[in-house]
Nanobody, 121 residues
Framework: QVHLVESGGGLVQPGGSLRLSCAAS????????MGWYRQAPGKQRELVAT???????NYPDSVKGRFTISRDNAKNTVYLQMNSLKPEDTAVYYCNAEIQSYRGSTYWGYWGQGTQVTVSS
């Protein structure tokens, strides 16, 4: 099976930075879109950033200019560089990937288990 392993979460002061990473492993033929989502307590999960296999990115206004998503296709890894962090960025961050397995003909969405990001002074 395919697994997504996240790392890089933690506690940071307002204005600080964190870099999240998510590596996909397993029976992978190709990966299409990869992305990051977050969910704060009592709130709905929301999109943070996406990146296509060709490198096209998309961000909501809430993080635009502060967060940068990137990927290393050779390592099947997606990154999220978070700068100028605010308390409202506090949430569990989940990575997501659309992956085609060997012998498969369609892409399926996979999720990581989440990593906690806490922005507090």
């Amino acid at each position: 099976q395919v697994h997504l392993v996240e790392s890089g979460g933690g506690l940071v002061q307002p204005g600080g930075s964190l870099r999240l990473s998510c590596a996909a492993s397993g029976s992978i033929f190709s990966i299409n879109v990869m992305g990051w989502y977050r969910q704060a307590p009592g709130k709905q999960r929301e999109l943070v950033a996406t990146i296509t296999s060709g490198g096209s990115t998309n961000y909501p206004d809430s993080v635009k200019g502060r967060f940068t998503i990137s990927r290393d296709n050779a390592k099947n890894t997606v990154y999220l560089q978070m700068n100028s962090l605010k308390p409202e960025d506090t949430a569990v961050y989940y990575c997501n990937a659309e992956i085609q397995s060997y012998r498969g003909s369609t892409y399926w969405g996979y999720w990581g288990q989440g990593t906690q990001v806490t922005v507090s002074s």
